[in-house]
């Protein structure tokens, strides 16, 4: 059976995850970041990041939706992401600005943008405070981030079951998790045209690099003394990789022309994490994976061999039948998606490809490479019996398969 392309990549786009709807394209984080003061838990901070990795700030700050996301001519189009930005919306609102600067105990002054830098200070060391202080309460010995992916604007009850999966199976008897849950806008395509998916896709893959150099400029926050573990689903994990070393190849072609200067910038002047130990795990990447190590060694300030890397284990979570990472036969066009569906091209699979790439480029031994990289295969419910493919939700992945499931979490928490 032969399914047209254009297809393909409408149900790759428009079903990849079910989340509830928001304005237009892009994401509303005030609404959930209320709705979450009442699932307080005392193990777990929740970060909220608009597309430029600008924070939202506490709810007492009310955001009027129309000037928010509605800046320009009061329209917005599947490809237009000009709105839904914090710096912008605060810095050309007096009013909003001088409010936001005395909520966050900033002096008021003519100089909008010094104003919102400073206040972006200040709710960066309100979540390093809030984080510190749960981890000297509960003695914990890690801090584990939740990064969710593209077309999800509420990933709370996704987050919730991945915590509720790690304690049932007992890998925090021994140890104490603190958890970071980051929101950030990943976009949506609710229109349901095929002739808008592509965009939609591409301007989320360039919100993951700002979000991702976002998270990158917090981990300075955190102590290096505290182990690390990013735990990421779907388009969640290019937010994670940029986030540990400098994927300048990653989404070749992606980025919008006039982001291309700034986020070079951003890359050379923000350091990658120096904390003794993180672990990378990713389930159902949405990314490529020879593209994305091409850069595995290029960290900020500077390049390291294999020796010095801190990034151990990475652990992968694959699904050659996963409709959104496989695309069927497409896992290598359109925003590439080869490292979650392991796809197999020009003779060889990409996570051997990986492999390959890290001893013959990276400086790696044969063993040093299959120790570094631990892959697990899921098998998920079938979504689209028509063509054999499986499910991409989080729900599936934790639950289709225990015995898989176990496995993949071993591969974190005991070794």
Sequence with gaps: MKTPYLLLLLLFVTIIESCSPSVGNQVFYQPVQKDNQANYAKYVVRIYMDKFGYYYPSTAINIDTGDFFFQHD??????????????????????????LGSYYHVPEDKDS???YNLVEKAIIKAYADSIDAR???????QLVFLIHGFNCSDATESFKEIRDTISSYGYDKNSHNVYVELYWEGLQNLEVRAGSAIPIW??????????????????????????????????????????????TRKWSGAPDVNDAEELKRLIKTTPTPGHHRIRLVMLAPAIPGEMTFLDFEARTPTHITAVQNNIYPIVLGYNPKDYAVSKRFLAAKVGTTTLGSNYKWHGQYEIDRVKALLVDSLGYTSTGANNLIRAVHFTTKLQIKPLGLQDHAVHSYLNFDPKVTHEFFDQLFKN
């Design 113 to 115: 943008c010094k104003v």
């Design 135 to 141: 981890i000297r309460a509960l003695h914990a010995d």
């Design 202 to 247: 591409a301007h989320a893959q360039n919100n993951s690099i700002y979000v991702g150099l976002s998270l990158r400029n917090f981990l300075r926050s955190i102590p290096d003394s505290i182990p690390l573990v990013f735990l990421s689903h779907s388009l969640g994990a290019s937010v994670a990789t940029e986030a540990l070393f400098n994927t």
């Design 74 to 99: 009061k329209k917005t189009f599947d490809t237009d992401t000009s709105g839904g930005n914090l710096f912008a919306y605060f810095t050309k609102h007096r009013e909003k600005i001088n409010e």
